[in-house]
């Protein structure tokens, strides 16, 4: 199986891409493709930039150029539920964007045109590996919906709305914009987010506190999930 991984910041990617043997860089759309394999599992490795358009030009050049068997969003997010505090774990079990609003045609508040629907669907398998892999580390890992925009999240009452609208768990900038290229192109994805802020008044100043330390636990989330993987294979 081949794995792409899609970060919206070096620093939420740039350690697994520094583990890669037979490394290879290639340039595509001013994003940098890492290929190679990490504990014998081939995947390409890219830091997309921040924001949905940025996420889903990375998502598709990445399926159309290198043709992973899934695509795994991983990085950071802002904390929905009151029970996830920085450091811990969400894992999607379904994305949304949050920004989407034709509301005032008839539309449900997030519904998206020709995939007709609010609500996209994470690949079922993966998500459970990925949720067993971050039950190792000793954080609080839950699954739930996890809710994209363009817009950092970072006041109370932005916060109660996004949960209350998508009964979301955490919100972040390119999730669900993934998982959207991805149901156009029939490819399996899943998202994997680590908390840095509570995407509330002080995430302002949670977030460039607490982001590097809260994406490092994400890394050996995929680490350890990429090495379960390949036993997987083996066993096959």
């Known amino acids: 199986m081949k794995v792409g991984i899609i970060g919206a910041l070096d620093f939420e990617v740039s350690a697994l891409s520094a583990l890669m043997t037979s490394h290879e860089v290639k340039t595509v759309s001013m994003v940098k493709y890492h290929t190679g394999t990490i504990n014998d599992v081939p995947v390409v490795v890219a830091a997309a930039g921040v924001g949905k358009v940025n996420a889903a030009v990375c998502t598709q050049t990445m399926i159309l150029k290198y043709n992973p068997d899934i695509v795994i969003n991983v990085g950071v997010a802002g904390a929905l539920e009151d029970e996830l505090s920085i450091g811990d774990i969400a894992v999607a079990v379904s994305v949304a964007e949050h920004d989407m609003d034709t509301t005032p045609v008839g539309d449900e508040k997030g519904f998206i045109s020709g995939i007709d629907r609010v609500y996209m669907d994470c690949d079922d398998e993966m998500t459970q590996l990925m949720y067993e892999a971050a039950s190792k ?70 977030f460039p506190t607490f982001a590097r330390a809260a994406a490092k636990n994400s890394v050996q989330v995929i680490l350890y999930m990429l090495k379960n993987l390949n036993r997987g294979d083996d066993d096959e």
């Not at 955490?170 to 029939?186: D, L, Q, W």
């Open 137 to 206: 580390l000793d954080v609080k890992v839950i699954k739930g919906i996890i809710a994209s925009g363009d817009q950092f999240i970072a006041s109370r009452e932005q916060r109660e709305r996004i949960k209350r609208e998508f009964g979301a768990v955490a919100a972040e900038m390119e999730g669900a914009s993934i998982g959207h290229v991805c149901t156009m192109s029939n490819k399996p994805f899943a998202v994997l987010r680590a908390i840095s802020d509570s995407a509330d008044d002080e995430s302002k100043t949670d």
